[in-house]
């Protein structure tokens, strides 16, 4: 497959690493290595599959473009707009002309994410009680810095997007759950740079989901409780180690059993991912833009409830 990297920051960089000799161009305004300064610039007969790592706001126009000429499409998360009726165009335009569009939310190839989505729908653990995850990292500074990123939400949609992401991922029904802000802070930056939401459905377990850019030392954790037991992961592989723990309740009580699997490798992610996406534009068959109008719209409304409990705007 013959692919295009739009976007040559952070992201494109570890995207072309990944894709490697399938790369035959990639378009940035301003990076040096760029062999185009726009999309325009690179004859669409030339790829087949655009790997778009731009900042949020020219995201649907390029998409527009891209999957209007049948191109299939990677791109980083978040897929957002300030209207679901962009993202639905973006749908309709995929389905009419058969291009992929998978957003990239790498963590779901995490190997203990896969390992946690599997044993909960296993039905192992039983009914879920409570779920509670938290994801820290100490960009707060770079993120000030930034020409773009301090602005809107912040840490919501930037890291709260692949948490709400796993947590639809791991429990489809999260769909039909009510969320709201408990906490929203900006101790360092415009935007928020830490913020706490929660759902406590009838259906479906309590849920807390935490995300900040000042945890001095990137971390992760996840703690699911349940019925027959409890599973918990500590870590992501790219920061190692990472372990995920499955406890097997005792009745009527005692210390569980564990069974316990420790990673110390380097993140897998990338790869799988793209190979996943590869395997998707094979098959002709994938467009998550589904899930990008859920988190959009939900997203959305976390955000104007954060502002107007916590202050500030868009």
């Known amino acids: 497959m013959r692919v295009v990297i739009v976007g040559y920051g952070v992201q494109g960089r570890k995207r072309k690493a990944v894709a490697g000799a399938e790369v035959v161009a990639v378009v940035d305004p301003v990076a040096p290595e760029a062999t185009a300064r726009a999309l325009a610039e690179v004859p669409f007969h030339s790829f087949d ?29 978040p897929l957002v707009a300030g209207d679901d009726a962009v993202l639905e165009e973006l749908a309709e335009i995929a389905a009419s002309t058969g291009a992929v569009c998978v957003t990239a939310y790498n963590h779901r190839f995490e190997p203990h994410f896969v390992r946690m989505r599997e044993l909960i729908r296993s039905g192992a653990l039983g009914r879920i009680y409570s779920l509670r995850m938290f994801y820290g990292n100490g960009t707060a500074r770079l993120v000030r810095d930034s020409a773009w990123r301090d602005q809107g939400a912040g840490v919501l949609p930037d890291l709260g997007s692949h948490l709400l992401d796993t947590l639809r991922d791991w429990l489809p029904g999260a769909v039909t759950w009510d969320f709201d802000v408990r906490l929203a ?54 920061w190692g180690p990472s372990s995920f723990t499955h406890r097997i309740r005792v009745l009527p009580a005692g210390r569980p059993p564990e069974q316990a699997v420790t990673l110390v490798q380097d993140d897998p992610t990338w790869e799988a991912e793209y190979a996943h996406f590869k395997a998707l534009c ?16 939900l997203l959305r409304r976390l955000a104007l409830d954060a502002y107007d409990r916590f202050g500030g705007s868009a």
């Open 282 to 297: 094979a098959g002709g068959r994938g467009t998550g833009i589904t899930n990008d109008i859920w988190l959009n719209r």
């Open 185 to 238: 802070r900006r101790h360092e930056n415009r935007a928020f740079d830490q913020v706490v939401v929660a759902a406590d459905p009838a259906d479906g377990p309590a849920v807390q989901l935490e995300m900040t850019m000042l945890s001095w030392r990137n971390h992760f954790t996840c703690d699911v409780l349940a019925e027959q037991g409890s599973a918990h992961i500590e870590s992501l592989c790219k």
């Open 49 to 77: 599959a655009a790997l778009v790592c731009t900042p949020d706001e020219p995201k649907p126009a390029l998409l527009k473009t891209l999957l209007g000429a049948g191109k299939h499409v990677l791109v980083e998360k």
